[in-house]
């Protein structure tokens, strides 16, 4: 199947009431991790159903596709974003131009998903932020995925069949040999692989036991990792931690009933 094809079986699948309920968690999480992130330059790496930009402030704000633009009222015309046609592993940037970055399940669905992080990585600028979503294999909707795999005849797959489905951990190691450092970090989804809307509210109250009892095991991963450049000095904290240096070098005494000497002060 192609990449094409891999992006409309996502699209029709997150129509349905477990594509809606995982779509639903996404948009909050999206929502209050961006929007205190300051800068002028941010970019979404497609799923144009999710606004992840629209809590947003940054003046200049993008939506990459690889695809025809997205319908009127979907996500870019919602947040006033510019659509940029394009391939994931060959961003239209310059290096170190972006200073937030989103990938909501773009890297399961690249064709080459190190590649893809490779050229995220490029365009964010130092310090710059990358905000990335993946279904995790390692939970009941991944279980019941891989049920449907090996029984096609007996049941149906439960997720979308294409795409490559990175584990989270792995998703940690790739981001450390980049030399990103993941700031925040959680799962969710909980409920049980269900296909009805009824039902997936029933079982909601997982999600607050889940999170709390067995937090790596929700269907669905969250994190936010920074981009470290090693060498690296800011220099306005380089400046005010050599003022505050000189500030405390007055020598103080120590007590005679100790061995007389002068320190600077910490």
């Given at each position: 199947?192609?990449?094409?094809?891999?992006?409309?079986?996502?699209?029709?699948?997150?129509?349905t009431?477990?594509?809606?309920?995982?779509?639903?968690?996404?948009?909050?999480?999206?929502?209050a991790?961006?929007?205190?992130?300051?800068?002028?330059?941010?970019?979404?790496?497609?799923?144009?159903?999710?606004?992840?930009?629209?809590s947003?402030?940054?003046?200049?704000?993008?939506?990459?596709l690889?695809?025809?633009p997205?319908?009127?009222?979907?996500?870019?015309?919602?947040?006033?974003?510019?659509?940029?046609?394009?391939?994931?592993?060959?961003?239209?940037?310059?290096?170190?131009?972006?200073?937030?970055?989103?990938?909501?399940?773009?890297?399961?669905?690249?064709s080459?998903?190190?590649?893809?992080?490779?050229?995220?990585?490029?365009?964010?600028?130092?310090?710059?932020?990358?905000?990335?979503?993946?279904?995790?294999?390692?939970?009941?909707?991944?279980?019941?995925?891989?049920?449907?795999?090996?029984?096609?005849?007996?049941?149906?797959?439960?997720?979308?069949?294409?795409?490559e489905?990175?584990?989270?951990?792995?998703?940690?190691?790739?981001l450390?040999?980049?030399?990103?450092?993941v700031?925040?970090?959680?799962?969710?989804?909980?409920?049980?692989?269900?296909?009805?809307?009824?039902?997936?509210?029933?079982?909601?109250?997982?999600?607050?036991?889940?999170?709390?009892?067995?937090?790596?095991?929700?269907?669905?991963?969250?994190?936010v990792?920074?981009?470290?450049?090693?060498?690296?000095?800011?220099?306005?904290?380089?400046?005010?931690?050599?003022?505050?240096?000189?500030?405390a070098?007055?020598?103080?005494?120590?007590?005679?009933?100790?061995?007389?000497?002068?320190?600077?002060?910490?």
């Amino acid at each position: 199947m192609t990449r094409e094809a891999s992006i409309i079986e996502l699209t029709d699948w997150l129509q349905t009431p477990p594509g809606q309920y995982l779509l639903t968690w996404q948009q909050a999480q999206f929502d209050a991790a961006v929007v205190d992130l300051f800068g002028f330059h941010a970019l979404q790496l497609g799923l144009p159903e999710l606004q992840g930009l629209r809590s947003n402030r940054m003046p200049h704000r993008w939506l990459a596709l690889d695809a025809s633009p997205p319908p009127a009222g979907a996500g870019a015309t919602a947040l006033r974003a510019e659509v940029v046609l394009c391939d994931f592993d060959a961003l239209p940037f310059e290096s170190g131009s972006l200073d937030l970055l989103l990938l909501p399940h773009a890297l399961e669905l690249a064709s080459d998903p190190h590649e893809a992080l490779r050229e995220a990585e490029r365009v964010l600028r130092p310090e710059g932020r990358m905000v990335i979503s993946g279904l995790n294999p390692a939970s009941l909707w991944g279980l019941r995925q891989n049920l449907g795999r090996a029984w096609p005849s007996r049941q149906q797959a439960f997720l979308p069949q294409q795409g490559e489905f990175i584990g989270y951990w792995r998703l940690r190691d790739w981001l450390r040999l980049l030399s990103f450092e993941v700031e925040t970090a959680q799962f969710g989804a909980y409920v049980p692989p269900l296909r009805t809307e009824r039902w997936l509210q029933r079982w909601s109250w997982l999600e607050t036991v889940g999170s709390r009892w067995w937090p790596v095991l929700g269907a669905v991963y969250f994190l936010v990792a920074v981009k470290r450049v090693r060498g690296m000095r800011l220099v306005g904290l380089e400046r005010q931690r050599r003022q505050n240096k000189r500030a405390a070098a007055a020598p103080v005494a120590v007590s005679r009933q100790h061995k007389t000497s002068f320190f600077e002060k910490p």
